[in-house]
C-alpha cells in the first residue's frame, strides 16, 4: 500500500511539470483540428478569442456549424461572446 501511495505522488508531481495550458484551451469542447487551427492564430484564451467575429473564426480550418454552436455556447456560459461584425 505505501508503494502505491508513493507512486501516486510520483506520478502526480510528473504530470504537473508537463502540464500545458495552453494545450488544454477548449480541449472537450471542441475537436482538435478547431483547437490547433485556433493555436496557429495565437489565440489561446477566451479573451483573444472575444477578439475575433464568427465570420473570422468560421474561416479556420475546421470550423462548422457544429463547432461553432459548441463554441458559442462554451463562451455564452463564460459570460464571453465574439465581437459584432
Known amino acids: 500500500?505505501?508503494?502505491l501511495v508513493i507512486m501516486s505522488k510520483s506520478l502526480n508531481s510528473m504530470y504537473a511539470f508537463n502540464y500545458?495550458?495552453?494545450?488544454?484551451?477548449?480541449?472537450?469542447?471542441?475537436a482538435m483540428?478547431?483547437?490547433?487551427?485556433?493555436e496557429k492564430e495565437k489565440?489561446?484564451?477566451l479573451e483573444k478569442l472575444s477578439d475575433y467575429?464568427?465570420?473570422e473564426i468560421m474561416?479556420?480550418?475546421g470550423f462548422g456549424k457544429n463547432t461553432m454552436?459548441?463554441?458559442?455556447?462554451y463562451?455564452?456560459?463564460n459570460q464571453m461572446c465574439f465581437k459584432e461584425a
Open 59 to 61: 474561416q479556420l480550418h
Open 69 to 73: 454552436m459548441k463554441l458559442k455556447n
Open 33 to 38: 483540428r478547431a483547437r490547433k487551427a485556433l
Open 53 to 55: 467575429s464568427e465570420k
Open 20 to 30: 500545458d495550458s495552453a494545450e488544454e484551451f477548449l480541449h472537450g469542447v471542441i
Open 1 to 3: 500500500m505505501i508503494n
Open 43 to 45: 489565440i489561446n484564451s
Open 75 to 77: 463562451m455564452k456560459e
